[in-house]
C-alpha cells in the first residue's frame, strides 16, 4: 500500500488519543485540522473520566507487556508537552483480610519497595497508621487529565491548528487527504472487534486530606484507586465492567467505591461528592490498542484503560507511520475498500 498522503490530514476525534497525535504531527511540521462533535473538551468523552495515573507497573499485574515497556515514557512525553506531571509514586495498599491481594499484587509487579506502617506514614501522614504493609512504586507519576487535554488543545490552536464541531464524513475526508479516525467506542461500526467496557468513577471533596500520590487499596472484587487532584480533591475509580450500557452508574458501584474510600480514610464520609461519572473505553480482546489502514483511513484506537498511560506511544507511532512510512507496533493494514 502506497504511504499515506500527508499534504492534507484530518483528525476525527479530540479526545487523548487524538490531541497526543496531533501534537505530536504537529512537533514534526505537519498541520492537521481536527474535528470534533463537542466543541469543547467535556462529559461526553472518555478521556474527561481518565484517573491520570502514569502507573506501568502497577498496571503490569493485569496488562500485557507493552503497557509496561512503552507506558514507562508517558510521564517523560507529557511533562515535555504540559509541565503538569507530578512524580510522587503510586502506594498500594490492602486491609489485613486482604493481605493475600497485596503478595499477589507484589509477584506480578516489579520496580516496587516493600513499605512498614512507619514508612508509610512518612509518604502519608493523612492515613493514620491505617496501614501496616504496602509496595511503594517511586517511579510512577500521575496528572490532572482535564487540564492535560485543555492544555495541548490551547497550545494546538495556537500553532494553527484548526477545531471544527460537525459530525465528520470520514469516507468524504478520506477523497481529500488521510484522515485519522479517534473516535474511540464511538467508531465501533467501522472497527472489527472493539468493544466497550464501562467504568465508573466519583470526584469528592475532602479537605481534611492531602494525599500527595495515587493510592491503590486492594481488594478481590473492586480495587479502588484514588488521585490527587489538589486543593482536597480526589478522583475515585474505578469500576471494570463489560458492558455496552454508559449512561448512568450504578447503586452497588457507588458504594462499593465509597466503602473503599471509607476504609482508606474515615474523613472520606463527610467528602463532598463532586460529580459521578460514567465511561465506556474502547478496548479490542487483549485490551491493548491497534491501529488499523484502509486506503486513506488509518484508525488508531483501543485504548483501554490506559488513555494517558499509553496515548504517547500511539501517537508517536501514527506520526512515524505517517512521515516516515515506519510500520508501527500495533499496525493492521486492511485492503482498500
Not at 481518565?50 to 502497577?58: D, F, T
Not at 491548528?161 to 459530525?167: E, G, S
Not at 479517534?182 to 486530606?209: S, W, Y
Amino acid at each position: 500500500m502506497a504511504k499515506p498522503d500527508i499534504s492534507r490530514v484530518t483528525l476525527v476525534g479530540a479526545g487523548v488519543a487524538g490531541l497526543t497525535i496531533a501534537t505530536e504531527l504537529v512537533s514534526r511540521g505537519i498541520i492537521p485540522q481536527i474535528i470534533d462533535r463537542a466543541p469543547e473538551p467535556g462529559p461526553q468523552s472518555c478521556s474527561w473520566w481518565a484517573g491520570g495515573m502514569l502507573a506501568p507497573y502497577c498496571e503490569s499485574e493485569s496488562a500485557e507487556e507493552p503497557v509496561v515497556r512503552l507506558g514507562s515514557k508517558a510521564a517523560d512525553w507529557w511533562q515535555k508537552h504540559t509541565q503538569l506531571v507530578h512524580r510522587k509514586g503510586t502506594l498500594v495498599l490492602a486491609m489485613p483480610r486482604d493481605r493475600a491481594e497485596l503478595r499477589r499484587f507484589a509477584q506480578l509487579t516489579s520496580a516496587f519497595q516493600p513499605v512498614n506502617e512507619a514508612q508509610i506514614n512518612a509518604l502519608e501522614p493523612d492515613l493514620e497508621n491505617r496501614f501496616t504493609q504496602g509496595l511503594y512504586y517511586a517511579d510512577e507519576a500521575h496528572l490532572a487529565p482535564r487540564h492535560a487535554i485543555q492544555t495541548l488543545r490551547q497550545q494546538l490552536a495556537e500553532k494553527g491548528v484548526h477545531f471544527m464541531v460537525d459530525d465528520a464524513d470520514i469516507a468524504a475526508l478520506a477523497t481529500e487527504g488521510t484522515v485519522i479516525d479517534c473516535r474511540g467506542t464511538k467508531a465501533r461500526p467501522d472497527v472489527h472487534g472493539l468493544r466497550g467496557v464501562k467504568g465508573e468513577m466519583l470526584i469528592l471533596k475532602c479537605p481534611e486530606l492531602q494525599f500527595q500520590r495515587p493510592i491503590r487499596l486492594l481488594h478481590p472484587r473492586i480495587p479502588l484507586y484514588i488521585v490527587p487532584r489538589g486543593d482536597g480533591v480526589f478522583m475515585l475509580g474505578a469500576t471494570q465492567i463489560e458492558s455496552e450500557a454508559s449512561s448512568h452508574p450504578t447503586v452497588r458501584s457507588v458504594m462499593a467505591l465509597l466503602n473503599a474510600a471509607y476504609a482508606i480514610s474515615p474523613c472520606f464520609a463527610e467528602a463532598d461528592i463532586l460529580e459521578i461519572g460514567v465511561d465506556s473505553r474502547p478496548a479490542f480482546s487483549n485490551n491493548l490498542p491497534q491501529i488499523h489502514r484502509c486506503g486513506n483511513v488509518i484508525r488508531a484506537n483501543g485504548l483501554y484503560r490506559h488513555g494517558f498511560l499509553l496515548a504517547p506511544a500511539l501517537a508517536e507511532m501514527v506520526a512515524n507511520y505517517l512521515i516516515h512510512n515506519e510500520e508501527p507496533e500495533w499496525l493492521t493494514i486492511n485492503p482498500e475498500s
